[in-house]
């Protein structure tokens, strides 16, 4: 549907209130056109009928490396339009491609496929590593904080809204840090050996999250706080976590959703090219993934992304940390849209906001029915 249309008889998820209230929402071209009392006159347009269901904003994730069998980094423009419209239909409406390490010509192509596939956002989460936190990314693809290559990829990404990570305690990490962000870009401190004071001189410099927090990081010590302490004490940064059960412990969870909530927690997926399909072997940033029950481990053992949809992310929110759904859905919805910046657009059921948005079973809180910019899709 492009034109005109209603969702009358839902429940309709108000971000500011984090509650459900009846109203009749009007699409018209593909945005919020306005949001009515329930019994609104909309003799005029086609109605889609929410009785019994509650009306959701589409899900924001800012850290996805793939699905369905395929991996941004690899992907054709064609697997990478499958995957979007795979991500719609699990109720992620909002994507950032996130490229993993990789040689600088491949990165290169996946930026250009992710344009021509219709992505308006990117995640660079390769290369600019820590070694001693690598995880899953391959050594020989790493590189130094090279401001100048980095300039060169922020021009390639030009029209997009980028999203960085990046080890900002190695050599040239201020310059780097400073560089994304005087472009536009967001900038999150991953895979760092950071310690406390390191991070928070990352900070100062622009950094405002920390990607998949407690992982790929310096640990917590009593007398060494490191980057994770900087994360989930320092107001206004955003931890990102990944509430998969195997990334982190739910207790861990439930400490980082205590830590930053009402608006700094983000649910992330990290999710790699096994989701939605079988267990068998896969790859991610150059290295053999082998899934498990789900879980994916490098040929080292180190867990090596997730096979997590973010809906399920706010389901495991719910139940890890004892919260509602109203209270989950947010940490998926504009707490990352505003983390990247893209807030104004998305993140929440606005008027003149993209008509992305979910019709869920109000008993089971299963998705019956998603909208992208307009367009059904499921």
Known sequence: MTNTFAIKNARVYRTEQRDFIPATVVVEEGKIKSILAPDACTCDMTVVDGTGKLLVPGLVDTHT??????????????QMKDMRHSYAVDGTTTVFPTIASAPLAQIEQAIDNVKEAGYDCIHLEGRYLNCKRRGAHRADLLFPLDVNEFSALLDRMEGLTVHIS???????GEAFVKTAVSRGAT???GHTDATYEEALEAISWGVNSFTHTFNAMRPIHH???GPVVAALATE????????DGFHLNPAIVKLAYLAKRPAHLTL???SMSATSCADGEYA???????????????????????????????RNLMKFAGVSYAEALPYATIVPATEVGIDGTVGSIAEGKRADFLLVDAESYDITNVWQAGEAVL
């Open 65 to 78: 490396h793939g699905r369905i069998g395929y991996d941004f980094d690899s992907a054709t423009v064609a």
């Open 166 to 172: 990046c080890a900002a305690e190695l050599e040239g």
């Open 187 to 189: 900038v999150s401190l």
């Open 223 to 225: 007398r060494e706080p």
């Open 236 to 243: 206004g940064v955003y931890a990102e976590v990944i509430a």
């Open 268 to 270: 992330i997926t990290d």
């Open 284 to 314: 991610i940033a150059g290295e053999k993934v082998y899934v498990v029950d789900g879980k994916a481990i490098n040929e080292e053992g180190n867990i090596s992304g997730s096979t997590i949809t973010l809906y399920q992310a706010v």
